[in-house]
């Protein structure tokens, strides 16, 4: 009977094999690094519908950041403010101003601003902001010196692995409740002493942090 295949069939089909699990591996691994570190730019400022800038209101006027993120303390989003908070003051301050006339058009009209989302976690992601702050996690831990920003950008990359490094060692990112909005905190030469008994005193399940169904619901 002749040979329906040519004598180097088999080592094509085992190399093909070999290859194909190759690329398969690689592509697996490309995509997991892309993940990981795909997240948005990190210091790119994002185009806001108005030009807002937090080193005038958190900098300059020293504005707290709960007059604007009013829910920081208590639910796990901060909210974005609305119109009427911006109205509270630009009512009466720079009326007219050309670079406040999305302001004054979404007060005239009752529709929201569109803000642009700076950080914009994945769904499968849960995040809470009162969760971190009543534990003593700074504002500023996460999203950088807002106070000197004259736009808006994200500070850090919010990988998983970013957030284990904290979740991991809690001890080294904790400061006192009384610290956390404050922008210009500076960790103590006896960090780790005092992150321990905030740990303690806060009580936060250091077990649990590190879990996959702690941010992963």
């Not at 909210?79 to 009427?84: A, F, M, Q, R, S």
């Not at 807002?146 to 809690?170: F, I, Q, Y």
């Amino acid at each position: 009977m002749p040979q329906a295949f040519p004598p180097n069939s088999n080592a094509f089909a085992k190399w093909l094999l070999i290859g194909g699990g190759v690329f398969f591996v690689l592509l697996i691994t490309v995509m997991a690094f892309f993940a990981r570190t795909s997240n948005n730019a990190v210091g790119v400022p994002v185009s806001q519908p108005v030009t807002f800038q937090h080193n005038l209101h958190a900098g300059q006027l020293g504005l707290d950041c709960r007059y604007c993120h009013t829910s920081v303390e208590v639910e796990a989003s901060a909210n974005i403010p609305p119109t009427e908070t911006c109205m509270t003051c630009h009512s009466q301050i720079r009326v007219g101003d050309p670079a406040l006339a999305a302001v004054q058009a979404s007060w005239d009209n009752g529709t929201p601003i569109e803000w642009n989302r700076v950080h914009d976690l994945a769904d499968y992601v849960y995040f809470n902001h009162s969760a971190h702050v009543n534990s003593g996690v700074g504002c500023s831990t996460c999203h950088g010196a807002v106070d000197e920003m004259g736009g808006m950008w994200k500070n850090e990359s919010l990988t998983m692995g970013w957030c284990l490094e904290c979740h991991r060692a809690p001890e080294e990112y904790l400061r006192p409740r009384s610290e956390v909005f404050n922008q210009d905190y500076v960790a103590p030469a006896n960090q780790t002493e005092l992150g321990l008994a905030l740990v303690e005193a806060y009580h936060v399940n250091t077990e649990k942090l590190p879990q996959c169904s702690t941010c992963h619901r």
